[in-house]
């Protein structure tokens, strides 16, 4: 087996042939985050991502993807934002980790959102990722909806009902390919981040162009999809996120806060769910971690796989002591309620404070 490392500008059309033939060779539920033109578009902003290109025999059998940072640390290509992370591998075809992360020049490669078939034997923890699965066709998904979340089905029917009496029609746009509009999206997500306290994504320029530069793909295998809900003529929520040709990923989900009390994320959801049926879409995948609306909505769960590769060198060590022990002290505040209710409620009262700083 040879593995050899090129930046993703050197990848030509075999090589993309190559890596789409084996997502297409997998079990068809391909994940938009290990498509080959992700990797592209992340290199374009960011200048230390490398594809290990593995063969067998001179026929290449797989891609592995990755962010080399300083000290030999490795990341999965634009990590943090990553719903789905890996090698893309024929079928049969196993890495033995030392060897690959030698080839890569890393002393070691982290991950949390990790397939759970691979390296299982340096996973740390396990997370569900909650989905949307219309693999039997929207109206399946609606009826088992109805059976299981009833109160949270018929609650956003009424509310739907009156925010168009309230503030004009109600109508749905999916597939919007006009930057303004993803602009107020955006927006709306920054402000989110800031009123509860999280770290601001798109104060990081490179991401903020990272997501204009994925609305302008489009292919049949890979796109970028940004949707909007309006009430009248004004644009109430919405979603930006990445699709294969089955699976939609959920990515940057945000609403215009003045119309909160009309719950627009969960008719904006279910309005989009019923246009990815339509277009072929057979899951929406939206992504690890606890959020109401994902437990409203979800009817069924994949599983993804937190921990890290590493070789006994100095720098892997180092990154241990201070990575993994301050991970696990996060995971354990996420799943527990206990810890959890305080831990959000003080993040909010420091996205208050801190928005109210700059208000002043």
Known sequence: MKITVIAASDLGAGELD?????????????????????????????????????EDGGRIVGFFPFER????TGKPVGAGLTDAQGAVLAPGVELEPARLLSACGLSVWEFDHLRPDQFPAHHASRHPSPIIDLRGGYDAYLAHLTRTSAKTYWSTAYKER??????????????VADPAVLGTLLDWKSRQYQR???????????????????????????????DM?????????????????????GWFPAYDLAF?????????HLAMAREAARAGILVVDMGRGDKEYKDKLKNGEFEVAEGRLARPTVSAGLHWVRRTPLRGLRNTVLSSPRLLRPADRMLKAYGRLRTGLRGS
Do not use: M
């Open 18 to 54: 190559a890596w789409r033939a084996l997502l297409g060779a997998g079990p068809g539920l391909v994940n938009p985050f290990l498509c080959p033109e992700f990797t592209v578009a992340v290199a374009r902003q960011r200048p230390y991502v490398r594809i290990a290109v593995i």
């Open 69 to 72: 940072h300083r000290f030999g």
């Open 162 to 175: 009156k925010l168009g009496r309230d503030a004009g029609e109600v109508r749905h746009d999916f597939g």
């Open 196 to 226: 509860t306290g999280r770290t601001d994504r798109f104060a990081q320029p490179w991401i903020t162009r990272l997501v204009h530069d994925l609305l302008r793909v489009d292919t049949p295998g890979f796109a970028g999809v940004l």
């Open 229 to 249: 809900l309006y009430a009248g003529d004004r644009p109430v929520a919405g979603h930006f996120g990445l699709r294969s040709d089955t699976v939609l990923a």
């Open 260 to 268: 909160a009390r009309y719950s627009p994320g969960l008719i904006q």
